[in-house]
Structure formats: structure tokens, C-alpha cells
């Protein structure tokens, strides 16, 4: 296989535009279902985003934020559109991006992506990867496909830089299937799993 780019970067930028601030100052099931998509950048790789999960605050147990304000989970009760980047298993990283206004939290757990530029590189993070697929299929997967670490912890995905949330100036059209969140112990039955529908890029169909 040969792993090139599906789409210049060049063109992607030409082509999409940043979201603002006010998109994910919105209910966070909103804000899910409005990721599905959308391209999520970093440095030079991009990938659309094509399978999320909601994570709604205090009266969610699977949530984070329902433990109330602490170091870790700061970012949650701040400004929406910031990274909260954790560890999880003690070796993957899993990107959300903070959901609701400030003050209440919220946030949107990005699953999977469909790669689209910079893909060599990602294979270069990936090496075992062994198809398109696999580089960025899974929460863990993809923040290692694309570079991102807790050191993005809290960083503003709505202002102009190598780490960013665009949306297409014409925007795809496609179907949004739901489903529970997948391994998770508290509220494992609300279905707040969002992804694109026949899409192969999603983690689990």
C-alpha cells in the first residue's frame, strides 16, 4: 500500500473554514452530531471526523466532569472549544473538546477519522498500522496517528494555528446513526455514540 495523500493540504485549507468559538458553545449532543464531518488538523495531518461520543457533566456518571472541578478537569467548566486531552490505560491518549458555555461542562470525545492529508507521517507514528483504517480507528489511535498528547491539554481548537476543529465551505451530506458509548461501566445504555453510517473509517459499526 502506498500511503499518500487523499486530499493536498493545501487544498483542505483552501476548502474549509475554522470553527468558531459560538459552534460548540451549544448543548453538547449538538455538538456531537455537528462534529461528524468536520476535519480535525494538526501540523500538516487532517482527518474527518466520523465518530464521536457526548459527554454531558455533572449528572453523567461516565463522564469526568462528574466528579466535579479538580486539576484534571478544569478545562470542562471553561471556555468551549479548548482540548482536554487524557491518559487512559496508562498509555493512550484520548482528545475531547470541550462542549457547552462557559462555566458548564461538557464535552465531545473524538473516535475516529477518516485520514485525509499528511497520511505518511501518520504511518510514520504508526507503523503497525497495516491499512488507512487502522491509523485512525479508535480514540487512541488516532491522537497517535496525528501527534497529540496531554501537552495539548486546554489549547483553543477555534483560533488560527496547527491544531485546529474546520468545516467544509460545502458541506458532505451523509447519514448519522447513534448507538450506546462503547467501554464504559456508568450509563453504559444512553445512546450518545454518534457516526457516519456505512462509513469505514468508524471504529465499530
Not at 495531518?45 to 464521536?52: K, L, S
Not at 491499512?131 to 496517528?145: D, M
Not at 468545516?167 to 461501566?185: C, D, L, T, V, Y
Request: aromatic share 8%; net charge positive.
Amino acid at each position: 500500500m502506498q500511503w499518500r495523500d487523499r486530499v493536498p493540504f493545501e487544498q483542505l485549507e483552501s476548502e474549509t473554514e475554522i470553527l468558531p468559538e459560538n459552534f460548540f458553545a451549544r448543548p453538547t449532543v449538538e455538538v456531537a452530531r455537528g462534529l461528524l464531518g468536520k476535519i480535525l488538523t494538526h501540523g500538516r495531518a487532517a482527518g474527518m471526523i466520523v465518530e464521536v461520543e457526548a459527554y454531558l457533566g455533572k449528572e453523567d456518571r461516565a463522564a469526568h466532569a462528574s466528579r466535579g472541578l479538580t486539576p484534571r478537569t478544569r478545562v470542562l467548566f471553561g471556555p468551549p472549544g479548548r482540548a482536554y486531552v487524557y491518559l487512559i490505560y496508562g498509555m493512550h491518549e484520548c482528545l475531547n473538546i470541550v462542549a457547552e458555555p462557559d462555566g458548564v461542562p461538557g464535552c465531545v470525545l473524538i473516535r475516529a477519522l477518516e485520514p485525509l492529508a499528511g497520511i505518511a507521517e501518520m504511518k510514520r507514528r504508526r507503523p503497525a498500522a497495516r491499512s488507512l483504517a487502522e491509523l485512525t480507528s479508535g480514540p487512541g489511535r488516532l491522537t497517535a496517528a496525528l501527534g497529540i498528547t496531554r501537552k495539548h491539554y486546554g489549547c483553543d481548537l477555534t483560533r488560527p494555528g496547527p491544531f485546529t476543529v474546520r468545516r467544509w465551505r460545502r458541506e458532505p451530506q451523509f447519514e448519522i446513526a447513534r448507538s450506546p458509548r462503547i467501554g464504559i461501566r456508568h450509563c453504559a445504555d444512553w445512546p450518545l455514540r454518534f457516526y457516519i453510517a456505512g462509513n469505514p473509517f468508524v471504529s465499530r459499526p
